[in-house]
């Protein structure tokens, strides 16, 4: 069965997410690499939407 990067996403149903590389480990281990596609986030206190890093905590 070929598993392309768009297989892959589609049976993940993370619809908000790109697929950097696909690494095979053996028989049984698949390394998925991926990034978010959304612009910015809300924030963990307030709820608002954000879109640049603030505050002292490190990224996530």
Known sequence: MMLDKETIRVLLNLPDIAIDRIVVEGARTLKIFVHSI???THCHRCGKP???PYG???GL
């Open 50 to 52: 954000i879109d640049h």
């Open 38 to 40: 959304l612009e910015g």
């Open 56 to 58: 002292l905590s490190p």
